[in-house]
């Protein structure tokens, strides 16, 4: 579901699957991310499709590890900062 390129956290969105299912596995994926050690400090970017529950389960999780996590909006065509520290 996650892919990491330069500070940039590309998500895919699997179809077929409950919020509840997207929320789950979204927190088991990032989770392994941070154990890897390799989140920490940065100024993380998020890219792709989430639902709100999602956005709200990885910026929980991300709060306190990153620099700043920001979130593509593509109506603005830019990145959103939503934490920073």
Known sequence: M???KN???NVTLPEG???AELIASAKTEIRTLIADGILYGKELK????ITTGM???LG???AHICKS???FDPKEAAYVECITH
Do not use: K, P, Y
């Not at 998020?46 to 499709?49: D, K, V």
């Open 17 to 19: 699957r409950t919020q």
């Open 69 to 71: 996590v920001s979130i």
């Open 46 to 49: 998020l890219n792709g499709r």
């Open 60 to 62: 929980h999780e991300l």
């Open 7 to 9: 500070d940039v956290l």
């Open 55 to 57: 956005a709200l389960t």
């Open 2 to 4: 996650f892919e990491l």
